[in-house]
């Protein structure tokens, strides 16, 4: 059984920083893509920064230039860092990874809570 903890989350004033981890443990094989969502409250979950297993990099443009996703492959987490933030940071972040365990799957995290006060 594979599955995905996050942490990390909490309340920052604006212009401060958090750093985001997500562990995936269990029978994994390999692990491909690993990926940072967000859903504030009332809108839909949004993609905010992705990584492949070959360490490029992709951002939402709103986090660009402020936001930086890593990963450790030998410790199987993947890292958000997350600098200058702003109040419509404000979510639940998603951790999604595509893993291979006994057959490839797409598993997600439970969700960490980010606040960002004004």
């Known amino acids: 059984q594979v599955q995905l903890v996050e942490s990390g989350g909490g309340l920052v004033q604006a212009g401060g920083s958090l750093r985001l981890s997500c562990a995936a443990s269990?029978?994994?094989?390999?692990?491909?893509?690993m990926n940072w969502y967000r859903q504030a409250p009332g809108k839909e979950r949004e993609l905010v920064a992705a990584?492949?297993?070959?360490?490029?990099?992709n951002y939402a443009d709103s986090v660009k230039g402020r936001f930086t996703i890593s990963r450790d492959n030998a410790k199987n987490t993947v890292y958000l860092q997350m600098n200058s933030l702003k109040p419509e940071d404000t979510a639940v972040y998603y951790c999604?990874?595509?893993?291979?365990?006994?057959?490839?799957?797409?598993?997600w995290g439970q969700g960490t809570q980010v606040t960002v006060s004004s």
């Open positions: 999604n990874a595509d893993i291979i365990s006994r057959s490839r799957k797409d598993y």
């Open positions: 269990g029978s994994i094989f390999s692990i491909y893509a």
């Open positions: 990584i492949t297993s070959g360490d490029s990099t």
